[in-house]
């Protein structure tokens, strides 16, 4: 059942996030990058990927981008931070035991700060095309993390520290996993929704 999560934000009047519910013990939350929303191909298929599979799934809405604002990172993170986790507080159930994290870009640091919050939960992480402040020196938990080779915030030296987690590479990918090839786009994405689908069913 599709229901409308409304918060106030300080970059526009208010903010509806979309929320799908389905009773489960599970949650999904999707964060966007900051030009990427949750509308665009990753969130919009991470999502349904989630409500196909039987968990409620929340996809927060950035009020900046609502707006067409200009931020101001990381001075505009802690706004921000605060604004996600009032609306994923929103949706929490009682009986849920699960959150996995899907987060693009600015998505995987958000995701960094929040995990912190939720301790009590299990958590899966999924980081599509992270920004370097999205690697955490002091959790090397196993996570889903999903690159291309010619994003600009490609490091191969941070990746390398991350020997628990499963990492898949697109070669020639820049930092939307496109290459200019649309049939070559498009079958990365089908490997992208894949690769999740595989690590959200272990």
């Known amino acids: 059942m599709d229901k409308r999560i409304v918060t106030k934000s300080h970059w526009c009047e208010q903010l509806i996030h979309e929320y ?14 900051q030009n990427y929303s949750i509308h665009k191909p990753l969130c919009y298929y991470s999502a349904k990927l989630c409500v196909q599979a039987g968990y409620d799934v929340l996809a927060v ?9 200009l931020t101001h990172f990381p ?3 802690e706004i921000l931070y605060k604004e996600v986790k009032e609306a994923i507080d929103l949706v929490i159930q009682p009986h849920q035991t699960e ?7 600015l998505g ?3 995701m960094k700060r929040l995990k912190g919050d939720y301790n009590q939960f299990s958590q899966k992480l999924i980081l599509l095309t992270p920004v370097s402040p999205a690697f955490d ?3 090397f938990r196993e996570k889903l993390i999903i690159m291309g080779t010619h994003d600009e915030h490609y490091d191969e030296k941070l990746l390398e520290k991350e020997t628990e987690s499963m990492i898949v590479e697109f070669d020639g990918a820049d930092h939307g996993l496109e290459t ?3 049939i ?3 079958e990365i994405m089908e490997r992208v929704i894949g690769a999740i689908a595989g690590y959200i069913e272990e």
Request: charged share 15%; glycine share 12%; net charge negative.
């Open 99 to 105: 959150i996995i994290w899907i987060g693009k870009s």
């Open 108 to 110: 995987t640091v958000l």
């Open 184 to 186: 070559a786009d498009l």
């Open 61 to 69: 809405q950035y009020g900046f981008q609502q707006n067409h604002s």
């Open 20 to 33: 799908h519910h389905q009773n489960s013990s599970v949650l999904c939350v999707i964060l966007g990058g």
């Open 75 to 77: 001075e505009d993170f």
């Open 137 to 139: 020196q002091e959790d």
């Open 180 to 182: 200019g090839n649309v």
